[in-house]
């Protein structure tokens, strides 16, 4: 059972990575390894799968971001991103990305463990909502597609009406013998029916 967890550091200064692997070991965390940049992260983190990414940089460019983004998408991880560079606009964009805490004012051992476990929980907690919201999306979709196919079915039953001159029990009626005739699902026989009667006058 694996009790440590286990970090990838992104950092293109070898002397300043050094010192933030040792602070991390210190602190009980197992580094997996070291990427000079984040131009091959996402592929890295899919083979490493490490707990927690951390990145060191003077300030976060647009390529940065967007392999930041890229991985999120594929294998999203809590990432902790420490830069000299702290306005607004920058920290907004790397949020976006998927970073899970920006740092601005430096690292300092005594102070990694708290910024690891709020990154954390700030990515379980942008992970829950996530899920959540895609749950109720897709059942939004589901909805929307009964409703769809629920006005198909009612449309191809009044054309029935129409042309055979029937009442709307007759014309379900012949709907679902057709479905069971032809082994399709009603909404199949609906769409066929509509293609064929709303040609006729």
Same mark, same amino acid.
Not at 10 to 28: P, T
Not at 52 to 74: F, G, K
């Given at each position: 059972m694996? $009790?440590?967890?286990?970090v990838?550091?992104?950092d293109e200064?070898?002397?300043?990575a050094?010192?933030?692997?040792?602070?991390?070991?210190?602190?009980?965390?197992?580094?997996?390894?070291?990427?000079?940049?984040?131009?091959?992260?996402?592929?890295?983190v899919?083979?490493?799968?490490?707990?927690?990414?951390?990145i060191? #940089?003077d300030?976060?460019?647009?390529d940065?971001?967007? $392999?930041m983004a890229?991985?999120?998408?594929? @294998?999203?991880?809590?990432?902790i991103?420490f =830069?000299?560079?702290?306005?607004?606009a920058?920290?907004?964009?790397a949020?976006?990305s998927?970073?899970?805490a920006y740092v601005v004012?430096?690292?300092?051992?005594?102070?990694?463990?708290?910024?690891?476990?709020?990154?954390?929980?700030?990515?379980?907690?942008f992970?829950a909502?996530?899920?959540?919201l $895609?749950?109720?999306?897709?059942? #939004?979709n589901?909805?929307?597609?009964?409703?769809?196919?629920? $006005?198909?079915?009612?449309?191809?039953k009044?054309?029935?009406?129409?042309?055979n001159? @029937?009442?709307?029990?007759? =014309?379900h009626?012949?709907m679902?013998?057709m479905?069971?005739?032809q082994?399709?699902p009603?909404?199949?026989i =609906?769409k066929?029916?509509?293609s064929?009667?709303?040609?006729?006058?």
């Amino acid at each position: 059972m694996k $009790n440590r967890l286990t970090v990838l550091v992104i950092d293109e200064d070898k002397e300043r990575a050094a010192l933030l692997e040792q602070a991390l070991r210190d602190q009980g965390y197992e580094v997996l390894g070291r990427l000079h940049s984040t131009d091959l992260m996402a592929d890295k983190v899919e083979v490493l799968k490490p707990d927690i990414i951390i990145i060191d #940089l003077d300030s976060p460019d647009r390529d940065v971001l967007e $392999n930041m983004a890229l991985m999120n998408q594929s @294998c999203p991880r809590p990432v902790i991103m420490f =830069a000299e560079q702290g306005d607004q606009a920058t920290i907004e964009k790397a949020i976006r990305s998927g970073v899970s805490a920006y740092v601005v004012d430096g690292l300092e051992q005594h102070r990694i463990k708290a910024i690891l476990d709020v990154a954390i929980a700030r990515f379980r907690e942008f992970q829950a909502i996530r899920s959540e919201l $895609n749950h109720v999306h897709g059942e #939004l979709n589901q909805a929307r597609t009964e409703l769809a196919d629920r $006005n198909l079915t009612e449309k191809a039953k009044i054309l029935i009406m129409k042309h055979n001159n @029937c009442t709307e029990d007759k =014309a379900h009626q012949a709907m679902r013998k057709m479905a069971m005739d032809q082994q399709k699902p009603l909404i199949e026989i =609906a769409k066929s029916i509509i293609s064929v009667l709303e040609l006729l006058p």
